[in-house]
């Protein structure tokens, strides 16, 4: 069961443009709403994670949008720049439980 | 700080054989996770310790997937027998505690099963 959908798979941006990427869930018992930047060869590593208290967190040129009532979140990366090209996953977890459950992915290119 | 250290890198086998992965987390962390991550999709946990313990095992193909924590240290993840349909990258990740949802991962087993 895919609890996690995330939109687009792959996403081409160029450089100085904004990059948006969306993620859905269905379970309302998810509380903490990582994502995660993974570069090729190795693992994933954590970007920015956000909680349903709030509907927007910002650190540097990363930012969580979280709508609780559409049970959507989405990362926007601000001035893209091609260090940014990855594949960035969205994930979600239940309070006091890590088994975070990963979006599917979206490979984003940033273009010079 | 050192990563997550995982071993080996790659690995190819041929269907119905055995393979083994090794994991050593984070220094002081509790909390060891096996993920699995097949082309084109997001990790799958398989199994989590927290110390030695198993904590959720609930999507290990108990039947040829096995995984271990002696000492709440190091693991090790065996598959016997593999089967075509376990190609993927296999990623081990650690935390600090069952209550820390920071996760570190390290850069994963890619394992080919021809």
């Known amino acids: 069961q895919q609890q996690v959908k995330q939109s687009p798979q792959s996403l081409i941006v160029q450089k100085g443009g904004i990059s948006i990427i969306n993620c859905a869930y269905e379970?309302?018992?998810?509380?903490?709403f990582p994502w995660y930047q993974q570069f090729p060869g190795k693992g994933p590593a954590l970007l920015i994670a956000i909680r349903p208290d709030v509907s927007e967190k910002k650190e540097g040129r990363f930012t969580i949008s979280f709508n609780k009532s559409a049970k959507q979140f989405s990362l926007h990366i601000m001035d893209s720049q091609p260090g940014d090209s990855a594949t960035y996953f969205c994930a979600a977890s239940k309070r006091g439980a890590q088994k975070l459950v990963f979006g599917q992915g979206t490979r984003l290119t940033i273009n010079p | 700080e050192a990563g997550v250290a995982q071993s080996p890198r790659y690995k190819i086998i041929e269907k119905r054989q055995s393979v083994a992965f090794w994991c050593n987390p984070i220094?002081?962390?509790?909390?060891l996770y096996w993920y699995q991550q097949i082309l084109g999709q997001g990790p799958k946990l398989l199994i989590q310790f927290q110390n030695n313990g198993v904590v959720d095992d609930s999507q290990l193909p108990k039947d040829r997937f096995s995984a271990e924590r002696l000492k709440g240290v190091d693991s090790t993840l065996k598959i016997q027998p593999a089967k075509l349909e376990d190609s993927a990258v296999y990623l081990c990740?650690?935390?600090?505690?069952?209550?820390?949802?920071?996760?570190?991962f390290g850069s994963g087993t890619q394992l080919s099963v021809l």
């Open positions: 379970n309302t018992a998810f509380d903490y």
């Open positions: 220094s002081g962390h509790a909390t």
């Open positions: 990740a650690s935390s600090l505690t069952v209550n820390n949802e920071k996760l570190f």
